[in-house]
Structure formats: structure tokens, C-alpha cells
């Protein structure tokens, strides 16, 4: 059983790693059928890097919640020659880089992790900070490796995808019977890993490609390029068009041949991704809140079409603006089919004059929001009509307000305003109350349910009603109202977010819930307090005043209600760890690095990835590597786990 095993596992790198099999297809299924028979005469002997955990015989009843202990963050984007020069500058300014290139798959970013040599976890992305256990999908992806060459722990990540002819294969199949076709080979992807059943991502063919290490300092790996070396010797799927380049030059060279040759792959991809290829250089650079400085991926431009746009109408956003929209005949964009494009605003349209009835090119900002670019003047017939900026909101009917380019429906009681509120108020950056669909808070909003946010937290009494209507049940309906529950604890900024006040995004949010540290304090901050504080505008503050002005009964509702109105980061101040600047290295056992990591910015101290003598403390776990020689010579400060711990018990 063992000798058949090593014989498949090697014929799986050979076909799929290596694109070289030695083996026939017959021979091939052959051991396969036979290893079969023996692990059903004999179940006691399943291993379980089995070829046969491959075939997919798991399916579970839900998707538990991953903590990754290094965030998956994404990249920023440039989108032409001269923003990549810009990048480059920006890290020339520092240092002197070569910089490794990259297909960038067009997939589901994943992240697998191996304790002694062995598959233990497959998880997706999520938000970056959370994802979802996919390991029993993963196993089923004969380019994933269910023991590695050599038994370490390690947490490698890349990008499931599904191949240009597994995909055409799969509609093929589902246009027999008569299913409805899937839109494109990301999403077909997507769909595959989130299968509760194993035996239908199996059915799929998916693959995988590795390419990041998030812990190099481990294994004395001094650059990416040799990380990539590294993970392909242990037995994962790199790509092979990865290239090493000494300067920017190489980068748009190599931009310039793959965006030629891009339709020669057998995979999607939408861009080149760009990255520091030194460790100490991308430690140095370090983050945005969003996105690592020493990297970023340049996006293809954008693919366009032309459509009729049959008619222009009008649609309110939470804010109250009232927008422009083209209403268009359906064609097939990057994989799906477009029957409507933003307009932005008055000026836009008129700007580039367009006309109901014109002819337009349109294409998919950032690949995701469609939008009309151009209009194809020559192609007028005559009867196409002007366009004429609505002055009333298309729901209330109220007249609307100019302010800027944009117009505003200032009715406060306007449905649509109101509706997009509550959907505003549940998403995942502000109170991320999970199991709201935009249709589900529009039928509950008709219904008399929400009226307002506040009405969220009165839902529970109305648990025996919900449970009646079409499409909900017991568990559906008491997961929303525990999700609601538990959105009470939520920190200060996600509530601020949440109340959709103008001006006030994501970033916002979190200055001031740091600044004032609890609502009180903010409701009784005045104009010129504001204006004072980093970041925060003319703009900014007279929304925030006006806000508290108009609504401070809607604060007093949810306290009512139990609502946290802290700020929940960091706030308190250890004078061990108040200004200090503190670096992990190896493996914790009893925290996470995140959970760690949250823990000292709590208490007033900051982390980094690199030693240097600025370094106030070095927090040692098991097999710290060169971090932890560093921090001896430099005669750092050194606690171990143990000692971190109580101290931050105190």
C-alpha cells in the first residue's frame, strides 16, 4: 500500500507539478483501483496524505471561521506605465531594489497550512484578518501536496484557480442540463471551494499555484525569489513564468510581453504582480493600513465593448444622492453580462455628450464597476434624444439640492434613502451583521420591520413573525438575531462608520474613535476641537457637528439598547510597553501573532518586522531563526513567551 502510494503521489508531481508523466492513464487508474481495494479491506491502514482523500468522500455541514495569524492583506494597483515608474520612485527614495514579476491569477487567494510535513488547514482569504476552514475542498486539488519532501511546519499561500478547459467542460456540462452557466473561471473557482460537498470541487479540476512564504525569517530565507525556489523543492506548484529583474526597466518589459502573450496561457490572469524581492528591503518599507509599500500589482487595462444605451434613470444612495445611470442593451464583459454602467453625474454625461440611443464603448473600472467610456458619435441616426438632469428624486419626489457636481434628495424620509442606510449600517467594514442580503432589509423595511437602525435591536421581538415568512426558519432567523446581538460589542469606530455621516469613511471613523475614545466626548467636540485633529477637514467637521446636532436622539436610542460606545484599541498605556517598539520571531503556542500583535498596540506599543537597534523589545517563540541571533548581537531586550505573557496579564 505504502509503494503504491509514493508511486501516485509521484505520478500527481509529475502530471501536475512538473507537466512530465511517466505514467500511463491506465496504469495510472490501475493503482489507484487497486489502493482502493486494499484500504477497503483493511480501513485501520488509511494514511492520510491518501490519494484517495482526493476523490472527495467529505461533506460538512458548515464553514468554520479561520484567525490567519499573519493578515492576508491585498495589494494596491497601478494601472500604466508611468504609475508603475511612481512606485518605483516612491521605493528608490529608500533604497536600491530588485524586484521579483509575477502572473497575476485570476483566482481565490488560499492559505495552507503543514505541521510535521502535513496538509493540516486550507483556508480562504475572507477579509484578510478572518477566513473560512476549506481543507477538505483543498485536499481534492492534485497540484496541493498532502505531505511535503520534507516534514516541517510551515504556512505557504497562493491561488486556487480553475483552468480556461475545466471551465469550458464544466458549462458544456451544465448546459445539458440545463443549469445555468457560470459567468467566468474565477468565479466558477470561488463557487467550487465553498461547496459544503468535497465530491463537487473534486468534479471541478482545480489548481494551484504558491507563491507567498509569510515566515521566510524561519528558514533563513533572505529573498523572495528564494522563497519561491524553496517552496517549489518542497513539492508545491509554482509558476514558471516568474522572473527576476534588476531594475524597473525589467518590470515593463516583462509587463509588455505577457500582456501579448496573455491569451496563450491556459489560465486566466488580470495583471503582472510586482514585488521587493529582498526581505530586509520589504521589512524596511513596510505597510499602509491596506497594502504592503514593497509591492503592487499593475491591472491589464481595461477590456471595452459596445452597447445601445437604451434609456437613462435615476437611483439614490444612502447619502441621498441622486445619480445617473445607463440603461443598456445586455452584452458579455469580462465574463458577465452588463445591462447597466454608472454615469457619476450631470457633468460626466455631459462632458462627453452623451445621448439616449447612442452607441457606447463600455468597460469595468478596476474590472469590477462598469462604466460608459465613450459614445461612438459616427453612429448617430438622428432620433437619439439629449439628456436632462432629473431635479426631483425618482422615489419621494422631493426637489433635489445641488451641492458641488452632485444633486441630493434632502428628504429625510425618503424610502430609498432610508433603505440604503440600513443596508450601509449592516456591511462588513461598519456593524458586520451577517445574513442581511440588500433584498432581505428591503422586504423587511416593507414590511414595517426596520424603519430605522435603531430597529435592528427591537428585531428579537418579532422572532416568531419572521419565522413564518417565505424562505426563513428557525436557524436562519436566530443566527441574524445572534449576529445582531453580538454587533452590541462591536468598537467605537465600526458604529461611527455604521451611522453613515457624510464624509466620514473607514479611516475617519477609527481617528476619532481613537481621539475622543468615547462617544460622549465626541457628540460634545465643537467645530474648531475637530479641526484640530490630523486628517480632519473643514468638510468633516461641520457634517460631524451637524450630525449630532440633528440625531443625537438616534445615540440615546442605542445606548438604550446596550450598544458599546467605546472605543475599544488601544486605550490603555503599560509603561512597559507605552512608546516601545517590539518584533516577533518563531512560534507561539498560546497567542497568535495577531492576537499578540493587538495586545501590545492596546497597551501603547508598536510592532515591526525587522530588528535594529531601535528595537525596544524581541518576543522569542519556538525556532525564532535569525531575528533572534540578531537581537543577542545587538544585546536587545529578549522576553520568551512565558515572560510576554505575564506581562501583559498584569
Known amino acids: 500500500m505504502n509503494e503504491i502510494i509514493e508511486l501516485i503521489n509521484k505520478a500527481n508531481h509529475e502530471y501536475y507539478i512538473l507537466d512530465n508523466p511517466t505514467l500511463t492513464d491506465q496504469e495510472y487508474d490501475r493503482y489507484m483501483q487497486e489502493l482502493i481495494k486494499i484500504e477497503t479491506q483493511h480501513p485501520e491502514w488509511v494514511r492520510d496524505d491518501s490519494p484517495t482523500k482526493r476523490v472527495g468522500n467529505e461533506v460538512i455541514s458548515e464553514f468554520k471561521k479561520i484567525t490567519h495569524e499573519k493578515p492576508m492583506l491585498s495589494l494596491s494597483n497601478v494601472f500604466n506605465e508611468e504609475e508603475v515608474r511612481l512606485f518605483d520612485e516612491k521605493i528608490k527614495k529608500e533604497l536600491i531594489p530588485k524586484y521579483v514579476c509575477e502572473l497575476k491569477i485570476d483566482g481565490l487567494s488560499v492559505s495552507l497550512l503543514y505541521e510535521q510535513g502535513k496538509l493540516i488547514r486550507g483556508a480562504t482569504r475572507g477579509d484578510g484578518i478572518t477566513g473560512e476552514d476549506i481543507t477538505h475542498n483543498v485536499k481534492t486539488i492534485k497540484s496541493i501536496p498532502l505531505k511535503l519532501k520534507n516534514p516541517l511546519d510551515i504556512e505557504v499561500r497562493g491561488e486556487i484557480y480553475m483552468s480556461k478547459s475545466s471551465f469550458n467542460k464544466l458549462n458544456e456540462l451544465r448546459k445539458k442540463n440545463n443549469e445555468e452557466l457560470l459567468a467566468n473561471p474565477r468565479n466558477a473557482a470561488a463557487g467550487s471551494v465553498r461547496q459544503l460537498d468535497s465530491k463537487v470541487a473534486a468534479s471541478r479540476k482545480l489548481d494551484c499555484f504558491i507563491y507567498h512564504l509569510p515566515n521566510p525569517e524561519n528558514y533563513n530565507i533572505k529573498t523572495h525569489y528564494d522563497s519561491l525556489k524553496f517552496m517549489k523543492d518542497l513539492g508545491f506548484n509554482i509558476n514558471p513564468n516568474i522572473k527576476l529583474v534588476n531594475n524597473i526597466d525589467g518590470v515593463i518589459e516583462y509587463i509588455n510581453e505577457w500582456t501579448d502573450k496573455r491569451d496563450t496561457l491556459p489560465y486566466e490572469i488580470d495583471g503582472i504582480v510586482i514585488k521587493t524581492n529582498d526581505f530586509d528591503q520589504q521589512n524596511k518599507l513596510g505597510f499602509t493600513s491596506k497594502y504592503p509599500k514593497w509591492a503592487t500589482a499593475y491591472k491589464f487595462p481595461a477590456l471595452e465593448v459596445l452597447t445601445k444605451l437604451k434609456d437613462i434613470i435615476f437611483t439614490v444612495g444612502r447619502t441621498g444622492q441622486v445619480t445617473p445611470n445607463a440603461v443598456l442593451e445586455p452584452v458579455r464583459l469580462m465574463g458577465s453580462v452588463i445591462s447597466r454602467a454608472t454615469l457619476h453625474n450631470e457633468d460626466y454625461v455631459l462632458t462627453k455628450q452623451i445621448k439616449i440611443g447612442d452607441t457606447v464603448a463600455i468597460r469595468k473600472a478596476g474590472d469590477v464597476i462598469p462604466e460608459v467610456v465613450s459614445v461612438k458619435k459616427e453612429r448617430r441616426t438622428g432620433i437619439e434624444k439629449d439628456f436632462v438632469m432629473t431635479d426631483i428624486c425618482p422615489i419621494c419626489h422631493t426637489k433635489l439640492e445641488k451641492k458641488d457636481t452632485a444633486y441630493y434628495c434632502v428628504n429625510n424620509n425618503c424610502d430609498k434613502k432610508k433603505i440604503e442606510n440600513l443596508i450601509h449600517y449592516v456591511s462588513r467594514d461598519a456593524m458586520n451583521i451577517e445574513g442581511f442580503g440588500d433584498k432581505i432589509i428591503e422586504d423587511f423595511y416593507n414590511m414595517g420591520y426596520l424603519k430605522n437602525i435603531v430597529d435592528f435591536y427591537e428585531l428579537f421581538k418579532y422572532k416568531d413573525e419572521l419565522m413564518e415568512l417565505e424562505g426563513f426558519g428557525s436557524k436562519s432567523i436566530t443566527n441574524l438575531l445572534n449576529s445582531i446581538e453580538n454587533s452590541k460589542n462591536n468598537s467605537l469606530e465600526r458604529l461611527l462608520y455604521g451611522l453613515g455621516i457624510r464624509y466620514v469613511g473607514n479611516k475617519t471613523a477609527k481617528i476619532l474613535a481613537k481621539y475622543y475614545n468615547n462617544m460622549d466626548n465626541l457628540i460634545k467636540a465643537t467645530y474648531e476641537e475637530l479641526l484640530n485633529i490630523k486628517d480632519i477637514g473643514e468638510a468633516i467637521a461641520a457634517s460631524l457637528v451637524d450630525y449630532f446636532k440633528d440625531n443625537n ?98
Open 553 to 650: 436622539y438616534v445615540i440615546e436610542e442605542l445606548k438604550k439598547r446596550g450598544l458599546n460606545m467605546t472605543y475599544l484599541g488601544k486605550v490603555d498605556v503599560n509603561e512597559e510597553f507605552k512608546d516601545k517598539t517590539f518584533v516577533l520571531t518563531g512560534t507561539l503556542k498560546n497567542i497568535t501573532r495577531f492576537e499578540a500583535k493587538e495586545k501590545i498596540e492596546t497597551l501603547g506599543g508598536y510592532v515591526t518586522d525587522s530588528v535594529s537597534k531601535k528595537t525596544s523589545v524581541v518576543i522569542v517563540g519556538d525556532n525564532p531563526g535569525s531575528k533572534y541571533n540578531k537581537a543577542q548581537n545587538l544585546g536587545l531586550t529578549i522576553w520568551n513567551e512565558e515572560q510576554f505573557l505575564t506581562k501583559i496579564s498584569k
